[in-house]
Structure formats: C-alpha cells, structure tokens
C-alpha cells in the first residue's frame, strides 16, 4: 500500500477544513451573541471545547501508548501541547512532512518502524488523524447543527444562508463519515479497500439520507418540547453506552479512558449506526433501524397530534415528506450498498492474532476502531 501525491492533497484539504471549521464555529457563536440569543451562543461555544478537550486527551493518550509499545520515551511537551489544544496540529504537521517526503520521492532519514514500511505507517497517522476528527464531527457539530435547525424552524424569518449553512454541515459530517471508512480499510492490510466512484458515492448518499432524516426529526420534536427531545436523546445516548459495554470493547489501556470511549460511541450511535466491535452487525444494523423508523413515526404522529399553526402547516408538510423520503431513499442505499458495493467480507483474511505481531503497534490499535 502506496501513500500517493493524491493521499497528501487529501491530506493538506484536511488541515484546511480542520481549520475552516474552526473559524466556522467561532462565527456561528458569535452570530448567535450578536442576534441576542445567548444561550444557543453558550450552547455552540460549549459543545466545541467539550468535543476539543476530548480529542485531544484521545490524541495525547494515543502517543503515551504507541512510545510506551515501542519502548520509546515520548516529548516531554507533548502533554503541554495538548492542553493548549496543539495535538490535532502536530500531528498533521508530522503527518505532513512524512507524507510529502513518500509521495514526492523522497526518502529522509526513517526511524526503524518506519523503516519496515514508511507508507504504511504514514497511512496509520492518516487512519488515527481520521478518527479523532470523526470523533469531533460528531461530538461538536452534530449537537451545533440542532442547534441551528431549531432556530431556524422557530424563528420567523427564514433566509437561503440558514438553508445553505445546514445543508452543507450534513454533508460535511456524512463524508467525515465516508472519509473515515476509506481511511480505516486502507490502513488494514487483510481488508479490501473501498475502491471506485460508485461504492463511495452510494455510501455517502445512504449516511446522508438517514442523517437528515433523523436530525430532522428531533428538530420537529424539540419544537414541541425541548425536555422530551433531550430525554429522547439522553434515553438512546445510554442505550448506546450500554451498547457497547455489552460488546466489551477493548480499544484503551486506560480503563478512564475506555469508560469516556464508550461514552462518545454512545453518543455517535444517536445519529448513525457503526460496527462497535468489527463482528457481523446483519441483526443489530436492522434492529437500529426499525427502531430508527419506529422512532421518527412517533415523532411525526406526535407533532401533527399538537398541529402546527395554520400559516406553517405548508412549510412543516414539506419537512414531513423530506424527513420520510429521505429515511426510506438512506435504507435503500444501505440495501444497495450492502448487497453490491460492500467489500466481500468472506475472502478476507482471518489472520488477526498473526498479523497483529508484526505490524506497529498503532496499527494493532487501528483493529480496535469504530468499523462503518
């Protein structure tokens, strides 16, 4: 496996979103300040240190394990950098420079894991750079995107830029999504890549429709009553904690630091389904969405049980069919995608334990990841 001058342009568009977004939250709040509506300022503001704070004990504690596995002290100020929020940097900045020396020919002075397969190792930067902004997508910008919807909806006026500003959060968060799934197969040797136009663009479309749908749904639910939307909410962020202590996951030395790892699975399971364990999810994928379906039927009954105001009623028809075509158009993707794009799982090589010694030790932790 090659890390090509593709992969590094990739790699700088990351940076440059990671950066984006940054500003973009910063604005968002803000905004929300300036047009007097404090508490969705506090709201927004709270939701991107918390998501900060967490990626980054996660990127700090990934680098204490992998020199700990290797035998090898790490930088002293390694956890002064975190604390100011550095991590996510550094480690596009060396992630950079290793890259950019692979995909342009030329070879510095390699340490002796990177040595044994300098791109492989870089892919497994990628991989973890991957996970911990899918972690921060979802712990930041899906609650801010709520946020935003239910503004929008309550507010009276309504302009093309709230639209836009939604739209393009939903997509943003689907292809973190698709992007993360690219990146993990890629750093697994014994899996197939997720290769092709078509796989890709059908995996995105079936992540797209069936998150819109949700978010949509408990946006309408919070219009009738913001406590029964956080019970909701609360109720399944448990139901997915619970979730994954069943499963037992092992992806932390740190017993703290796997309690707050299933604590963000459970989290990430409010708004899309993922492999907790990488086992056969056939049965626990179709029970997430039939309960996802019963879910947003209930919602829907219960919201035009209260009937909106007579002047609105078009415009909440209209978020009613979308959030029922875009739910059924998202599982018929997943059909799709699982039945004719979906790498053939059966040829896969089952050789995990013997893999396992002879790849570096963050790849042996990559096994561990979240599987889409």
Known sequence: MRFTKWNFLMLVLGILIYIFDLIADIWVSVKFFCKGQHIFGILTMSFTLIAAGIVQCFSFMWYKEDFQKTGQKGPSCSLLIHCFQGGI???????????????????????????????????????????????????????????????????????????????????????????????????????????????????????????????????????????????????????????????????????????????????????????????????????????RALVTLGILVVFWSCTPPDEYQEFFIYITIIIVAAFLLGILFLIVYYTSFHPNRSEEKKIFDEVDARIPPRACRIRHFLMP
Not at 196 to 205: A, E, F, H, S, T
Not at 231 to 243: D, F, K, R, V
Not at 250 to 265: D, H, N, P, Q
């Open 89 to 291: 940097f550094t480690r596009y900045w060396f992630v950079l420079q290793r890259g950019y020396h692979l995909a342009f020919q030329y070879f510095p002075t390699l340490s002796r894991e990177e040595a044994a397969d300098p791109h492989q190792t870089v892919i497994n930067e990628v991989t973890d750079l991957s996970m911990l902004r899918l972690f921060e997508i979802y712990l930041e910008a899906s609650p801010q995107l709520m946020i935003q919807l239910y503004s929008f909806m309550e507010s009276d006026q309504t302009g093309g830029s709230q639209v836009a500003a939604i739209v393009i959060s939903c997509c943003a968060i689907s292809w973190s999504t698709v992007d993360y799934h690219i990146a993990l197969r890629k750093s697994l040797p014994d899996k197939k890549l997720l290769s092709g136009c078509r796989p890709r663009l059908v995996y995105l479309l079936y992540k797209l429709f069936t998150f819109t749908s949700w978010f949509l749904s408990v946006g309408l639910l919070t219009l009738i009553s913001i406590n029964s939307s956080l019970i909701l909410l609360i109720i399944l962020w448990l139901s997915g904690i619970t979730w994954a202590c069943k499963q037992q996951t092992t992806f932390c030395i740190s017993k703290f630091m796997e309690i707050l790892y299933r604590g963000v699975v459970g989290f990430i399971l409010i708004f899309t389904f993922f492999n907790v364990k990488g086992e056969n999810t056939k049965f626990p994928m179709s029970a997430y969405y039939i309960m």
